[in-house]
């Protein structure tokens, strides 16, 4: 694979081997791979979409502590 920088091509076996066997334990049949980075693909998720944003928090009242 052209696409893969030689440092990496070692350890790509090892690591397909462990999305091969976590997917047969968990029963996945498919997943999605992508060249962007864990975050966005956190935020595209649908379990970020159905987790309800955070209230919005009260900020507590500021105490003086100059003489």
Known sequence: MPQIRPQR???L???MIVVDEACRILG???FTVSEADLLLGYLTSP???AVPLAPERTRLPRIDTAG
């Open 13 to 15: 076996p090892a690591g």
């Open 9 to 11: 091509a070692d350890i």
């Open 47 to 49: 379990a970020f979409r």
């Open 28 to 30: 996945v049949d498919r």
